[in-house]
């Protein structure tokens, strides 16, 4: 849509108000609402001003300053406020001159493509992450200088197949890891994932399945159509909107948190890959699996560089409770055809050249989708400039190798710690064309440091006080 176009829109849909959708460093939306008779063609150029001072991982309060930058393209009507909104997915830039703010993960993404292009590879960059999901019934958690404690609960939960239910306890509780399809009545949740579903599709995105995941207690997953990385990245937000926004109609909670239970599997984000140009896929050939030898390249930039891609891609602290070895996450730096035991799995797509992709494991969806798309391809991009061979695929279950032939293949880190320093040690890939600067990962490293690792490495835990007290 042009700027004209989308004030024409908002009128033909009675808009009353205009939602302003940003989103900060660790990768959360932010919003601020307008009149719609304060939106003009002048706003997409010229931008409103906020306090960037306030945002997570931004500017200091010398220098809060900033604008965002409607994107015209991204209008949607928001299925959520009761008030008639127009919602628009915004750039942030500098007041003075309208530079992009270079903390401003979207437009990161946005370099990232630009930099695809110049390289003369490939113009277009296809992702389609799986972000998992868990729908809960009551969350509780706190910390204080005395005590902490966290509790989630389900009414499907297998831990409360004794609970008293005022009589109405009528089991269909999914075990640990069985809630790999169960119909109803033990899928509690279909009709809220099909209602998802219904809402996804209004804002435009191609919905292609849903279904209960393999966890107890409410786990999730619901398949949408791949798309361009930076389109992508923002239907990644409006999935996540749209999830929790539905949860709460129902008196419910979702949440995006890998590792929230213990003793079942966590949620993953695994992003399926390829690269394009002329409307041609490039990922086809006649190498291992059917992949051209640009896909195995860009395979060989991937792992090569997943220990500081991680920092991106698996960017909490609790990503790394899900990152265990051995257990139902894969963290081993190999790739293998069908295989969901290697960090990269090349998917059984059929004969069709334009399905052939490669599909990354390892993600989850605590990521900021601009920012770990970004890094991914920028590695790919590496793989391919640098023909990096990944070596021999690995046709195994990984997670039963002994302990002698796990030691011979590459782990991802085993903490958001150690991936923070391999980011800071090895980040050149990721500097190619700007797309990333010293700056800003210099910033991510120091934000997470700071308010992350940090905090929680200063708290203990229950399981410390169920360990050590009786010392």
Known sequence: MTPTQVIEFAKEKNVKMVDMKFIDLPGMWQHFAIPLHQLTEETFEEGLGFDGSSLRGWKGISESDMLVIPDPNTAKIDPFMEVPTL???CDIAQPDTLAPYNRDPRQVAQKAINYLKSTGIAD???FGPEAEFFIFDDVRYEQTASGGFYQVDSDEASWNSGRHEGGNNLGYKPRHKEGYFPTLPSDSLHDIRTEICLELEKVGIV??????????????????????MLLMADELMWFKYIVKNVARRHNK????????????NGSGMHTHMSLWKDGKPLFAGDKYAGLSEMAINYIGGVLKHAPSNCAFTNPSTNSYKRLVPGFEAPVKLAYSYR????????????????????????????????????ALLMAGIDGVQNKINPGDPLEKDIYGLSPQEAAKVPSVPATLEEALNNLRQSH?????????TEELIEAWITYKFESEILPLQQRPTPYEFYLYYDL
Do not use: W
Request: contains cysteine.
């Open 428 to 436: 050149a890939y990721l500097l190619k064309g700007d797309v990333f």
């Open 207 to 228: 919905v292609e399945r849903q279904h209960h995941e393999v966890s107890t207690a409410g786990q999730c997953e619901i398949g949408v159509r791949f798309n361009s």
């Open 124 to 126: 277009t960059a296809y």
């Open 339 to 374: 295989n969901r035991s290697a960090a990269i799995r090349i998917p059984n797509s059929g004969p069709s050249p334009k399905a052939k992709r490669i599909e990354f494991r390892t993600p989850d969806p605590s990521a900021n989708g601009y920012l770990s798309f970004a």
């Open 253 to 264: 909670t979702a949440t995006f948190m890998p590792k929230p239970i213990f003793g079942d």
């Open 87 to 89: 919602s628009l997915i």
